[in-house]
C-alpha cells in the first residue's frame, strides 16, 4: 500500500474534519501519499483528488463541517457509477480508502469493498443511528448544542410560564432527543422508539403545572409517532394552563466548533483506519465499543438503524 | 418618594434582570424601600408585591429571562384594569413604578402616568422596534445568538453546497434581519422596510454560485413582505445550484446570557430611572441618544415603531 | 434504608450539581427522605443537614459549582472527627450517605464504611486522577474549557507568531494537559508522566518555526518535572524564532456549565449510587468501565493516583 | 487614487479581519486595487504586499486575530524605517494607507502622513486606551471574554468560599477592569486611575463576608497601583474569612470570535476609511463619538491614553 484517500460522505457531522486530519497526518507519518476525495462519491467518480500534506489539514480541528465538502450521489447506487469510482482510484494509483459517513455512505464503502477494494469506513453522522458502534462522530457536539438550546429556551419559557414543544434531529433514531431531553431537564420526551398519545403530551403539561413548574420543556425526536405541528394543534383545542410555542432546532444541529469528545473519537477513528488499512483489513467499519475501537464488518452495520436505549427513558420518568 | 416598584413585561429580553438588579441596588442605595411585582400587569392588578433587597437580586446579572416573571395582560388595556392597578399600588405606599418592556407594556405605564402615578418605563425588547432610542435592553444579546447560528449554518451550509433561509425575529422592524446579515455574511437579506420579488432571492442564489461560493445565506425578517415558506416554494419550483434548507430561529432569540453591552445598558438604564423618580420625573421612557441615556415622553415613544436604517441595508450590498 | 444524606466534597467540579440532583430524585422516587449535607465533612461535623425535594433540584443540572457547597475539613481526618460526623448522622436518623469527591473525600468515605456507616462514593475531579474509573465527574467540562482557550490563544499566536506556555490543572495526573494538547493541536505536552529536558522544548519550537508554522503552543501540565516559569526564563536565555508569552489557565478549568457527557455521567451515578444503598452496598465507589457502572471498593481507589495513558502521548507525536 | 493597501499593527484584536475585509470589500466596490500588508511596518519596509479581492476575505469575519498578521518593528520608529516604507509603497504604485492598531501604530500612521502619503488609522485595540475614540476594534470582545470568565469563577468561588484576584488587561487604562468588574459582580475594582489601599481591599473582603456573601471577587487592571502578586502576599499575612486565590486572564482576552459589537464596528470604520481616502482626508483617525464616525488628527490622538471613566467607578459601589 503507498497511497490512500479519505472522503466524507452523507450529511455532515462536526468532528469529520478532525477525522481527516488524522487520517493524513497517520498517513504520511506511516510514509504513506494521502489524497482528499471532494464531495464525496460524486467527487470520487469525477476524479476530485487533491494530494493532502499535514500542513493542508493545519487548523482544521476545531472547524465543524468539512473541508472535503460532502454530497449525495445516487449514481453511486447503481453498479455503472461504482465501476466509474472504481477506475479513477485505481488510475489515480491509489489502494486504500477511508470513508466517514453515515448508513448509505458506509453501503458505498462496502461496494467498493466487494469489488476488491480496500476500503475502512468511520462512523460520522449527528443522529447515533449508525448500528455496530456505541457512538458516532458527531453526536456528542450536536447533543451539547440542543442543551445550549435548551437552557436557553427555559429561560424564556420560566419567564412566561410558557410549554416549549422542542424539535430535535435523528431521523429514526430518538437518542438526540431522548439525551436532550434528559440532560436538558424535559417534562416529557418522544422517541421513534415508543408510541406516545396526544392526551399523555396534555396530561404531562398539566402535571408540571400541578407540581408547580413555571414552565414545561417537551422535546420531540424528528421521527416520533407524533410530529409537533400536530401536538401543537391538538394543544390549542386542548388548552393548559401554558401557552404552547414551537422551536424546530433543524441544521443548527449539524454546525459548530466538535467538542473534545468528538474530536477524540475522530482522531483516534482516523488514525486507527490507516492502521487497518495498513494490516490489510477492508470491509469493516471502525466502531466504538466501551472504550475500545473494534472493526465490525460493513456488512452488519449497513441496513440496520442503531435505535435509542430504552433504560434511558425510563430513567428520564424518575427524574423529571 | 419612599416606596418603588420594578416590573418587567411583555416578550422577556436577555438583560431584563440586570435592570432589575440596578434598579433595587440604587433604590435602596437612595433609602428607598423596593417591590418587585411579579407577572407585570397581571400581578400588578393582582397585588403580586415582594419586598426586595440588594442580596434578593444577587447573581441574576448575567441570567436570561426575568426573575420577575412577565404575562401579557388584556385587562390592564380597560380603564378598569388600570384602576385596580393604581388602587394596590396606593395600598401598598408605593409611590413610583419603573416598567421594563416594549411598546405595549409603555403603553399601560403612559396610562398610570396619565392618572396621575409617578411612572418610569425603561426599552426592553430584542427586536430594536422601540421608538425613542437607539436600541433597547436585550438586542444585543439577540443580535449575537444570531450571529452564532449563522457562524453554525455557514459550515454546513458551505459542506453540501447548500443555500440556507434563516428567518429572525423582529416584528414589524427589520434590525435583526439587516444586523444578523450584514455581521454574518448572508447573500441577502429581507426586512419588512424594503420590498423584494421572489426572483431577486433566485437571483442572489444564483450570483453566489457564479461567484464561486460554496454555500449561500438568505436571512429574512419576520415581518418581510415575503415569508420563509414562500420563498422556499417558489425554489422549489424555480431550482438553484443549490439545494435548499430552512431555519427558524425563534425563541432561542429571547434566550441565554446578556451580553456585556446589554448588561451595561440595563445598569445604567436601572440607575437613571430610580434617579428620575427621586427628581420627580414622570411620564417618560429613558431611550439611548449616541452615549447619553436621555429622558423621552411615553406620549411620543408608544404607538409607533422604530425601522432599520436604511443606510446599512445600501452598506450589505457592498459588503456581500 | 428510610433517610439518605448526599455531600460535596474536595474541589468542586461541573456537573457536581447534576449528581446531586439525581441523588436527591431517584432517592425520593423510591420512597426515601433526602437530605442535603452543606460545607462537606465540616458541615457534616456541624450537622447542616437540609431536607431536599425533587422541586429543591430545579434548574441546577446545567449549572456549574455546587449548590451544596464544598470545602476542606482537617478535623475529619481524625478519628474524633470521625466519630462526631458518624453521631450527627445516627442523631438525624440518616442511615445511608453519598459522597461526591476526589482522593481525599473518598477516605473520609472509607473511614466511615469501616465504622459501619453505609457510604458510596462518585468520583468528582476535574483532574482525572481517580483510580478505579475511566474518567471522573467534571473532567470532560474541564477539557472542554481548555479548547476553548487554546482556540482562542491561537488566534493571536498565528497573528503575532508567538510560542504560547499554558499551564493546565491535573496535579499528578498528565490527563487534561495530554488530551487538552492532542485535541487543541498543540506542538509540544508536558506531562508528569513523562520528564521532558528544557533543550526539547526549544527543538520542538525550533522545529514549528522550520515547519513554516506561524505559532507554537506548548501545554503544560503543572505536575510536570519542568514548571511554567522555569521553562520561560529558559527560554529567555536561549531565544528562539518565536516571542513567548505564558498563559496559566487556572481555577477558569473549574467553572462553567457542564457539558451533556458530565450531565449524564453525574445523573447515571447518581441514580446507581441510590440503588447501590438500597441494594446494601457499601465501601465503594462507582467507577466508569467503558459504558458500564460498576462499584469499586475504596480500599483499592484511596491513596492511589491515576495517570495519563501514555499510548495518547505517542499518538500526539504523530499528529503534531 | 488608484490602489490602497491596508495593514493591522500592534497588539491583535478580535475584530480587525471584520475591518480588512470592508476594507477590501469597499475599496473593491469603489474601483480601487487594494493590498493587504503582512506584518505590519516590519512586512511594510519588506515589501509584504499582496493584491486582495472580495474572495480573498470570505469567512473572516468572525474569525479572531488578524490574517494579515502584525509585528512590532523597532526600525519604523526611525526616520531610516520610515523612508524606507514609503518608498515601498511607491514603487508599489500604491497611494492610499489604511492603519489598524493601537497608538505605537498610529503614530506610524502620523510619520507616514507628515511625509505626505495619505494614511487613515482605524483604532483597533482591546485596552480602550485610544484616545479620540468612544471605543475601539475588540474592546467589546475583549470585555465578553472577561465576563465569561468572571461568571465560571463565580461558580467555583462561591462553592468554596473563596475571594478571587482576577487581573485583566488594560495597560494604563482600567476600562475593562472596571467594566467587566461592575458587569461581572465583583465586590471591588482595582484601576490605574484610582490608587487604592491595601487595608481597603481586605476591608471590601470582610465586609462582603459581613453581608452573608458565599464569596468575593476583586478585579485588578493589569496598569493599578497595586500589583497582583502584592495583593495576595498581603492577604496571606492579613487573613480574611475566604481562601484566596488568583487567576490572570492573560492572552485569552485578546482572542475569539469577534461580537455583534466588534463586527460592526470594524465593519463601518473599514468602509469609512475607504471613503476619506477617495475624498482626500489624511493623517486623521476615525473615532466612534457616540454613534457618529468622526475623523480625528491623528496629531491629537497620538501620545495620549484615554482613561476610564470615573462615573463608573462611583457606580460600582452602588452597586456591588
Chains 1, 2, 3, 4 share one sequence.
Request: aromatic share 4%; hydrophobic share 40%; net charge negative.
Amino acid at each position: 500500500m503507498r497511497r490512500i484517500a479519505v472522503m466524507t460522505s452523507g450529511g455532515d457531522s462536526p468532528g469529520m474534519n478532525a477525522a481527516v486530519r488524522a487520517v493524513v497526518r497517520a498517513g504520511v507519518a506511516s510514509g504513506l501519499k494521502v489524497y482528499g476525495i471532494r464531495h464525496a462519491y460524486e467527487g470520487l467518480i469525477n476524479g476530485e483528488f487533491k494530494r493532502m500534506g499535514p500542513r493542508d489539514v493545519s487548523g482544521i480541528l476545531g472547524r465543524g463541517g468539512t473541508i472535503l465538502h460532502t454530497a449525495r450521489c445516487q449514481e453511486f447506487y447503481e453498479p455503472l457509477g461504482q465501476k466509474a469510482g472504481l477506475t479513477e482510484l485505481q488510475t489515480a494509483g491509489i489502494n486504500g480508502l477511508v470513508v466517514i459517513g453515515g448508513d448509505g455512505s458506509l453501503e458505498g464503502a462496502l461496494a467498493l469493498h466487494k469489488k476488491g477494494f480496500p476500503v475502512i469506513g468511520l462512523p460520522g453522522s449527528i443522529d447515533n443511528d449508525i448500528w455496530g458502534t456505541n457512538t458516532s462522530i458527531g453526536v456528542d457536539t450536536a447533543l451539547n448544542t440542543i442543551l445550549n438550546a435548551l437552557d436557553a429556551l427555559r429561560d424564556t419559557a420560566a419567564s412566561h410560564n410558557r410549554a416549549f414543544l422542542v424539535e430535535t434531529m435523528g431521523r429514526q433514531c430518538g437518542y438526540l432527543a431522548l439525551m436532550g431531553g434528559i440532560l436538558g431537564g424535559a417534562e416529557l420526551i418522544l422517541i421513534p422508539e415508543v408510541d406516545t398519545g396526544l392526551e399523555e403530551v396534555a396530561q404531562a403539561i398539566d402535571e408540571a403545572y400541578a407540581e408547580g413548574k413555571n414552565h414545561a420543556l417537551i422535546v420531540i425526536a424528528e421521527g416520533a409517532n407524533l410530529k409537533t405541528t400536530e401536538i401543537s394543534k391538538y394543544l390549542e383545542e386542548h388548552p393548559t394552563p401554558y401557552e404552547v410555542r414551537i422551536t424546530i432546532l433543524g441544521h443548527l444541529q449539524r454546525g459548530g466548533r466538535p467538542t473534545a469528545f468528538d474530536r477524540l473519537l475522530a482522531t483516534r477513528m482516523g488514525v486507527r483506519a490507516v492502521e487497518g488499512l495498513l494490516a490489510g483489513e477492508s470491509g469493516v467499519m471502525i466502531g466504538l465499543d466501551g472504550r475500545t475501537l473494534t472493526p465490525v464488518p460493513l456488512e452488519e452495520v449497513t441496513g440496520k438503524s442503531r435505535q435509542a436505549d430504552l433504560d434511558y427513558f425510563e430513567m428520564a420518568k424518575v427524574l423529571s
